[in-house]
Each structure stands twice: as structure tokens, then as C-alpha cells.
T-cell receptor, first 113, second 114 residues
């Protein structure tokens, strides 16, 4: 299997612009997660889906962030408008319904200038 | 509340030394999972091991071994005969059976010098 695939790997954008991060989970996995990694806060869960339905979005920082999973093989995390404090590495991960572990993608390094 | 503590921020060893990375967790749940992930300089997060709360048996995989002790709420990771390729940040994580959320420690940066 190709593993979890994220795109782009790097994104540099100007403050105020819309940013869309993409993720393709491992085929057959029922759960999809979005994590954010920063120096200040470490790795934290933003949101996760089960069978394309959002289950827990309590980690989404504010209304500027939104995530969707239109089908079992694709998810997006959107930030609109972006701010410099959104600069971080965003990871997507997926796992089976039978239990952990979660397997992570390579991450998207976002820089907002 | 659930929490994972990795008190060692950075460890530096010379190649072939053994090194132990500490992990202490807090939870009131009786059913939970513990994990170790490796983040090499390239940035991805690589799954290493999963342990559930009912299985305190230690595990060895090549040069890696893990010691799970519920009595001290610890899940320590030992690398035997370390190699330069082991240089990475290592994260310990906790997941409750009631949730799919991973709670990560702050990570330990391991530098193995030739």
C-alpha cells in the first residue's frame, strides 16, 4: 500500500489567503485524523472522521479552519483566511475501525508570511 | 485528565551505546493503548509499537525493546547498540479505548554521534 498521501508537501502563502491541504488515507481505513505540530504546542489533534463523518472537531482552533471528507479516499483541511500563527506542520493519519495504530502521512509544512 | 510526559528533551550518545527514552503517562481509564513513534529528520511520523493496557509483557524487536510497567505508569523505550540512523525525535503517545484521539508527549530528541 502507498500509505497516507498528503499534498502539497510544502506550502508558502501570504497572510489572508486561503489554504487547502489534501489527504488520501490508506485504502480500507475507516478513520481519518488531522494533527498539527508546532514548537509551542507539540502534536495536537484537530479533527477526526469515522466513515467520512466528523466525530470530534474540538481541536479545531477557530472558525477559520474547516475540514471535509467527501468520500472514503479524500479529505481536505482548509484555512481561510490564513494567519502567520497557522504556520506549522499538518499531518493526516488513518486507521482501521478495529483499532490503532494510526499511520501518518509525511505532513504538509505550511508557512504563512 | 490524560497526559504523557517525556522528561528528557534531548539525549546525545556515541554510536554503539545503549540509550533509554523515558515515558510516563497519566490516565484514570483502565483500558488504553500506548505507542511510540519516530520522527526522523525528514519529518514523517513512523509507527514503532503499540501496547494495550492489559499486556504488560515486554517486547523486543531487533535492537529496540520496550518496558511497560503499569505500577509506575511508564512505557520506556531502549535502543541497544545505537546507530547514527537512530537519530530522530521519538514520541510516546496515549490513546483511551473510548476515543481515537492520540495524546502525544513532547518528544525526546536523540542524537547518535559517530
Amino acid at each position: 500500500d502507498a500509505g497516507v498521501i498528503q499534498s502539497p508537501r510544502h506550502e508558502v502563502t501570504e497572510m489572508g489567503q486561503e489554504v487547502t491541504l489534501r489527504c488520501k488515507p490508506i485504502s480500507g481505513h475507516d478513520y481519518l485524523f488531522w494533527y498539527r505540530q508546532t514548537m509551542m504546542r507539540g502534536l495536537e489533534l484537530l479533527i477526526y472522521f469515522n466513515n467520512n463523518v466528523p466525530i470530534d472537531d474540538s481541536g479545531m482552533p477557530e472558525d477559520r479552519f474547516s475540514a471535509k471528507m467527501p468520500n472514503a479516499s479524500f479529505s481536505t483541511l482548509k484555512i481561510q483566511p490564513s494567519e502567520p500563527r497557522d504556520s506549522a506542520v499538518y499531518f493526516c493519519a488513518s486507521s482501521l475501525a478495529t483499532g490503532p495504530p494510526a499511520f501518518f502521512g509525511q505532513g504538509t509544512r505550511l508557512t504563512v508570511v | 485528565a490524560q497526559k504523557v510526559t517525556q522528561a528528557q528533551t534531548e539525549i546525545s550518545v556515541v554510536e554503539k551505546e545503549d540509550v533509554t527514552l523515558d515515558c510516563v503517562y497519566e490516565t484514570r481509564d483502565t483500558t488504553y493503548y500506548l505507542f511510540w513513534y519516530k520522527q526522523p529528520p525528514s519529518g514523517e511520523l513512523v509507527f514503532l509499537i503499540r501496547r494495550n493496557s492489559f499486556d504488560e509483557q515486554n517486547e523486543i524487536s531487533g535492537r529496540y525493546s520496550w518496558n511497560f510497567q503499569k505500577s509506575t505508569s511508564s512505557f520506556n523505550f531502549t535502543i541497544t547498540a545505537s546507530q547514527v540512523v537512530d537519530s530522530a525525535v521519538y514520541f510516546c503517545a496515549l490513546q483511551m479505548d473510548s476515543s481515537y484521539k492520540l495524546i502525544f508527549g513532547s518528544g525526546t530528541r536523540l542524537l547518535v554521534r559517530p
